[in-house]
């Protein structure tokens, strides 16, 4: 005999046990091995989509710096000349500067002053 009553249902119980125990914790085991390899699957994932967002942004860079530079070149003054001249536009003879007139200037001030009361505006 096993040294176990088969009469005795408290001998029954404490056997049963075991096995579910020892159940219990493989399955715990698997549970733990198997979320380990799932995270470590969406690190790896999500390390891929990072690298592949560097990569996008630096030839984004790059594209920009190129456009940077062809805009530079397009408005410079000897390629904004260039391109009037081809669209038939001239020179004029004489270039005359008009000085610019601002608030602290006293020809101008008038302009800028809040009228009273009833008084008439001087622009009209």
């Known amino acids: 005999m096993?040294?176990?009553d088969p009469g005795n249902p408290r001998a029954r119980r404490e056997t049963g046990r075991r096995p579910r125990a020892i159940q219990f914790g493989l399955a715990t085991v698997v549970a733990v091995i198997a979320l380990a390899v799932s995270l470590?699957?969406?690190r790896v994932?999500?390390?891929?989509?990072?690298?592949?967002?560097h990569s996008s942004t630096l030839e984004a860079t790059r594209d920009?710096?190129?456009?940077?530079a062809t805009v530079a070149a397009a408005e410079?003054?000897?390629?904004v000349l260039a391109a009037a001249a081809a669209d038939g536009m001239v020179q004029p003879a004489?270039?005359?500067a008009i000085p610019a007139a601002g608030p602290d200037d006293p020809a101008d001030a008038s302009l800028h002053e809040?009228?009273?009361q009833g008084a008439a505006s001087p622009l009209g």
């Not at 994932?45 to 967002?53: A, F, K, T, V």
């Not at 920009?64 to 940077?68: C, G, H, I, P, V």
């Open 2 to 4: 096993t040294g176990i």
């Open 40 to 42: 470590q699957a969406q």
């Open 45 to 53: 994932s999500g390390q891929d989509r990072i690298e592949e967002l």
């Open 64 to 68: 920009s710096a190129e456009l940077r």
């Open 76 to 79: 410079s003054p000897a390629e």
């Open 94 to 96: 004489a270039v005359v």
């Open 114 to 116: 809040v009228p009273e």
